[in-house]
């Protein structure tokens, strides 16, 4: 089980099965570090797995939740808590807003997400093994994910950080 499979295949239930949906959020959240970084999969029964890197694993939970909120409106549940899986626990929102952290500390330069053990193309895990490599993919997710978090942030009131994650959009 991962972040990414996870996501993609909940876009396809949560029409009809909103409440699995929720559930499954909450359970991938619990396999993302306080840092915001996550585990790239997980083994359902040991709940272990390994913690690439890839350059869009911390997005996806950012995804996955926004599509939730489009679909169902439940804005409680960015007030839940979730466990982090090293320590501590925070709300939904707050464990989006580490995702979203997460990977703009990690940019190159030219302020592009460092593609480090991958992206989406799982076949590119040479390409940033020394710090080097871009990646497109997960900057455009970026500002997907950034925009969505502006229009979340302007449904809670937060027009300061809803000004903040246009502003990085904009570049």
């Not at 929720?22 to 790239?40: E, F, P, S, V």
């Not at 390994?50 to 007030?79: C, F, I, K, N, Q």
Request: hydrophobic fraction near 35%; glycine fraction near 10%.
């Amino acid at each position: 089980i991962g972040f990414r499979d996870s996501s993609q295949d909940l876009l396809g239930i949560l029409p009809n099965e909103p409440g699995r949906a929720r559930a499954r959020i909450k359970d991938m959240l619990r396999h993302q570090y306080r840092d915001g970084g996550t585990l790239h999969n997980w083994d359902p029964v040991s709940d272990t797995g390994p913690r690439t890197g890839h350059s869009d694993d911390a997005l996806w939970p950012v995804l996955a939740v926004s599509a939730y909120l489009r679909e169902t409106g439940d804005l409680a549940l960015l007030s839940e808590e979730v466990p982090y899986y090293d320590e501590g626990s925070d709300t939904v929102w707050g464990h989006m807003k580490r995702s979203i952290e997460y990977t703009l500390h990690r940019v190159s330069a030219r302020g592009i997400p460092i593609l480090a053990a991958g992206d989406w193309n799982d076949g590119l895990d040479q390409a940033g093994m020394e710090g080097k490599g871009e990646s497109t993919m997960t900057a455009e997710f970026l500002a997907w994910m950034l925009d969505d978090m502006a229009n979340i942030c302007d449904a809670l009131g937060e027009t300061d950080e809803a000004a903040r994650y246009r502003a990085v959009y904009g570049q």
